[in-house]
């Protein structure tokens, strides 16, 4: 190729790519407040389950810290910690953890925990479970998780922390035991780091407020 | 372009060319959302606004671009578009966006839109450029919904669920026949019977109406 015609092609791909890169820039800035507003409402929408039956103030969403690993709760990734307050008075946590053993891959919960240590909702945001089978934790496919709901690190006692196959007092999943299994361990995990660190997580300052605090 | 001569594109890219039926192009994003109609549907008219654009784009450039360079302008094209319609889906469907999740961006290695930038609009005016991105999208759409429908109905006993991803709104269960169904269609391999059950129908389809036109004219066959 000549070096008139490496040039033109040069030339004409330059002009594409800026076009192309205009023409995403422009459909960026016309689509990203509402895309804000979607992830938004679609974590608050998430933490719905885990709030149902208590009064709380504003936006959960704010009072969030971000526990690096290691940590003791459940899963090997970070774990999110909802603050929910009413009145200036602690209500509940929510807790965003990975049960670490799903049949495969980790399986990412929320465990709401109100001020009594009592389960005020478990929802399961993501995992890799077969369908059919072990996604019937979801709660539009079975109400399996809805068993949880106001048990505590006493009801039933340490034994009991277990499908019934297993001696425990919670229904098993047809087809799927590992599933169940992963994810009453990481509940009750989630209830002992609540139990040992419950002064602490509402003592500590909100993920915003530190940035604030580090900013110069 | 006559209104018969759109028809026959039309029966071309549907039938008789379908780019999922019969080039087998595509088949990623054909075996992997179809797990129900919605996530069809979904990526199907995404699937098709890239591909009418895309081969608008191409077909509109295509004095000016060297050979040498098509390839790597079509690849820009392509994913600009794409990821376009990613931010749309993002800011109006977000639910739906979520189902089908990486699966939108892949649109841009769906080699049914690169064989058609190359096969058709590169050549073509605008006009018929549009009307093939349009008949071939429909087509692959078409086959997505139809095999999503297939598998949602057989692996879990429902048509329609979930529709509010597209159209907003409260969840809808859709039509619910019965509670639960055949595991196996949802499951990665039931997409693969599914596209082979489609496949073989066609072509069941085709040679039948051929045999009938051969008796029908023996003299000339």
Same mark, same amino acid.
């Given at each position: ?216 | ?99 089908? !999740?990486?699966?939108?961006?892949? +649109?841009?290695?769906?080699? $049914?839109?690169?064989?058609? =930038?190359?096969?058709? &609009? %590169?050549? /073509? ?54 509670? !639960?169904?055949?595991?196996?269609? +949802?499951?990665?391999?039931? $997409?693969?019977?599914?596209? =082979?059950?489609?496949? &073989? %129908?066609? /072509? ?18």
């Amino acid at each position: 190729m000549k070096d008139a015609a490496i040039l033109k092609s040069g030339v004409t791909l330059a002009a594409i790519a800026a076009i192309c890169t205009a023409l995403v820039a422009f459909t960026f800035q016309l689509t990203e407040e509402r895309i804000e507003a979607n992830e938004q409402a679609w974590l608050e929408r998430s933490l719905q389950p885990a709030l149902s039956g208590l009064f709380y103030d504003g936006s959960v969403t704010e009072s969030k810290i971000i526990v690096p690993p290691p940590h003791e709760l459940p899963g090997s990734d970070a774990a999110i910690i909802y603050r929910v307050y009413a009145q200036g008075a602690p209500v509940a946590a929510l807790f965003v953890v990975s049960a670490r053993d799903g049949y495969s891959g980790p399986i990412r919960i929320l465990v709401g925990v109100d001020t009594k240590g009592t389960v005020t909702g478990v929802h399961v945001l993501e995992h890799r479970e077969t369908p059919g089978l072990g996604d019937r934790v979801e709660s539009t496919k079975s109400d399996w998780v809805a068993q949880f709901d106001g048990r505590s690190l006493v009801d039933p006692e340490p034994g009991g922390w277990a499908i019934k196959g297993d001696g425990g007092q919670f229904d098993q999943l047809t087809g799927a035991s590992v599933t169940p299994r992963a994810i009453i361990k990481a509940i009750r995990n989630t209830l002992l780091y609540y139990d040992a660190h419950r002064v602490e997580i509402f003592a500590e300052v909100t993920a915003e407020s530190n940035e604030e605090e580090e900013a110069p | 372009m006559t209104s018969s001569g759109f028809i026959d594109r039309l029966k071309t890219g549907l039938w008789y060319e379908n780019p999922g039926l019969v080039q087998l192009l595509g088949l990623c994003p054909v075996l992997a959302v179809t797990s129900s109609f919605v996530n069809g549907l979904g990526l199907g008219i995404a699937t098709l606004v890239v591909l009418v654009a895309s081969n608008g784009l191409v077909s509109t450039t295509r004095r000016w671009i060297r050979a040498e360079i098509r390839i790597p302008i079509y690849v820009l094209i392509i994913a600009s578009l794409v990821t376009c319609i990613e931010l749309i889906f993002k800011a109006w469907f977000p639910a739906l966006d979520r189902s089908l !999740g990486i699966f939108i961006p892949l +649109i841009v290695t769906n080699c $049914a839109i690169v064989a058609r =930038a190359e096969v058709f &609009a %590169a050549r /073509n005016p605008v006009g018929a450029s549009l009307v093939d991105g349009f008949v071939m999208g429909s087509g692959f759409a078409i086959l997505l919904m139809a095999v999503g429908a297939f598998r949602e109905l057989l692996g879990q006993g429902s048509l329609f669920a979930r529709m509010d991803m597209l159209l907003g709104g409260e969840p809808m269960r859709g039509l619910v026949f019965t509670d !639960g169904g055949w595991l196996l269609a +949802i499951l990665p391999p039931g $997409a693969f019977f599914s596209l =082979a059950l489609a496949i &073989a %129908a066609k /072509n069941a389809l085709d040679r039948r109406r051929h045999e009938k036109l051969k008796r029908a004219m023996p003299r000339r066959a």
